[in-house]
């Protein structure tokens, strides 16, 4: 028998929770609707600094990680008038 981590069980769930967005920093669509995507966008550049530190001339120059945009919707709000 087979053992499986439990994970997204439809397409919506994946895109959400699991995919990461290019336009978004690499982070998920849940991560940067939520606000928990600024505690997880601190902890990689620890390790991107590490590296820059153990080998600079690999880079150009230090590493940053992408920006977070300023909201995440799957589709625009509707405007009112």
């Not at 669509?29 to 997880?40: K, P």
Request: hydrophobic residues 30%; contains cysteine.
């Amino acid at each position: 028998m087979v053992k499986t981590e439990p994970g997204p069980t439809t397409f919506t769930d994946w895109y959400n929770h699991e995919h990461r967005h290019t336009c978004m920093g690499l982070y998920t669509l849940a991560s940067v609707q939520y606000g928990t995507a600024q505690e997880l966008r601190d902890q990689p550049q620890f390790g991107l600094n590490a590296a820059y530190v153990a080998d600079p001339e690999r880079f150009k120059c230090r590493p940053q990680r992408l920006k977070l945009p300023h909201r995440a919707t799957i589709k625009h709000p509707v405007k009112r008038t």
